[in-house]
Nanobody, 123 residues
Framework: QVQLVESGGGLVQAGGSLRLSCVVS????????MGWYRQDPGKQRELVAR???????LYDDSVKGRFTVSRDNAKNAVYLQMNSLKPEDTAVYHC?????????????????WGQGTQVTVSS
């Protein structure tokens, strides 16, 4: 059983900062790419930022230069530092991890999601 637990969301004024954290626990042989997605009610979940095991990052154009994704492989954790927040950043932010695990039946890769943390940016 793999679990992703997020923390760090909240209410902040425009121009402010927040730092999201996500810790992955459970049966993990190797964590591959990890990242953050966000979702507004009635809209599709969209990629915010992603980081590979080796540290290569990918950002949505809307957050480039403002958000920084990082990971701590020793802690099975991924972080999202969000600066210069805008009202349009308001959403539920979900942590995502691509997990490679092995059992008696073999090895496989699966995608896991956190429950989400609300980020609200007031104007």
């Amino acid at each position: 059983q793999v679990q992703l637990v997020e923390s760090g969301g909240g209410l902040v004024q425009a121009g402010g900062s927040l730092r999201l954290s996500c810790v992955v626990s459970g049966s993990i042989f190797r964590l591959n790419a990890m990242g953050w997605y966000r979702q507004d009610p009635g809209k599709q979940r969209e990629l915010v930022a992603r980081v590979t095991t080796g540290g290569t990052t990918l950002y949505d154009d809307s957050v480039k230069g403002r958000f920084t994704v990082s990971r701590d492989n020793a802690k099975n954790a991924v972080y999202l530092q969000m600066n210069s927040l805008k009202p349009e950043d308001t959403a539920v932010y979900h942590c995502n991890a691509d997990v490679y695990d092995c059992s008696f039946y073999g090895c496989s890769t699966a995608d896991y999601w956190g429950q989400g943390t609300q980020v609200t940016v007031s104007s």
